[in-house]
């Protein structure tokens, strides 16, 4: 099985800042790469699919980018909704497996 | 609007069985594939089983084959969940999602609210 891991968990910061979400995947799987948002409570929603292609509906301060084991999650300006885990997944080959998430928390 | 709505979780003793499902509205299920995901806190998020459009390829992880089976009726736009021999490591919130297709990349676009599956004596 693919092994993710994510860093850093848990993340701290403010309202504005600029945040970056780091996804290792165990080998290369291209860019079969996702991101998702989960709110607690709530289910995952796609944010990213493709490593770097932007999920319709999702805010443009969102981009991902990344191939091969290395991947990266960039929130350019954090808002307050944006408080939440993160979770990247693979699904280059089954089964398909996410990483342990990164909780954005209030610095 | 597309939506996935969930039903058929609860308590259930170990080595019961419990049937969940999922129906769709709004999209031409017919069209879409696949997948169950649970939740755990311990182990994040796990995928569980995918099925296929016309139900022709299904995928299980190590974890529950042999004892959960995912079927899909297309007449009554509905994904199933047959979860059999239960133990108490499945004890957990199941989602089942939609998978999208966007040129041979795959992502579940939309995703059930959640269902909580208690396996406890």
């Known amino acids: 099985d693919i092994q993710m891991t994510q860093s850093p968990s848990p993340l701290s910061a403010s309202v504005g800042d600029r945040v970056t979400i780091t996804c290792r995947a165990s080998q290369s799987i291209s860019n079969y790469l996702n991101w998702y948002q989960q709110e607690p409570g709530k289910a995952p929603k796609l944010l990213i699919y493709?490593?770097?292609s932007l999920q319709s509906g999702v805010p443009s301060r969102f981009s991902g980018n990344g191939s091969g084991t290395d991947f990266t999650l960039i929130i350019s300006s954090l808002q307050s909704e944006d408080f939440a885990t993160y979770y990247c997944q693979q699904s280059y080959s089954t089964p398909w497996t996410f990483g342990q998430g990164t909780k954005v928390e209030i610095k | 609007e597309v939506q996935l709505v969930q039903s058929g979780g609860g308590l259930v003793q170990p080595g019961g069985s419990l049937r969940l499902s999922c129906a769709a509205s709004?999209?031409?299920?017919?069209?879409?594939?696949f997948n169950w995901v649970r939740q755990t806190p311990e182990k994040g998020l796990e995928w569980v089983s995918y099925i296929s459009i016309g139900a022709s390829t299904i995928y299980y992880a190590d974890s529950v084959r042999g004892r959960f089976t995912i079927s899909r009726d297309d007449a009554k736009n509905s994904l199933y969940l047959q979860m059999n021999s239960l133990r108490v490591e499945d004890t957990a919130v199941y989602y089942c999602a939609r998978d999208r297709d966007y040129s041979n990349w795959y992502a579940s676009d939309y995703w059930g609210q959640g269902t909580l599956v208690t396996v406890s004596s």
């Open positions: 493709a490593a770097s």
């Open positions: 709004g999209f031409t299920f017919s069209s879409y594939e």
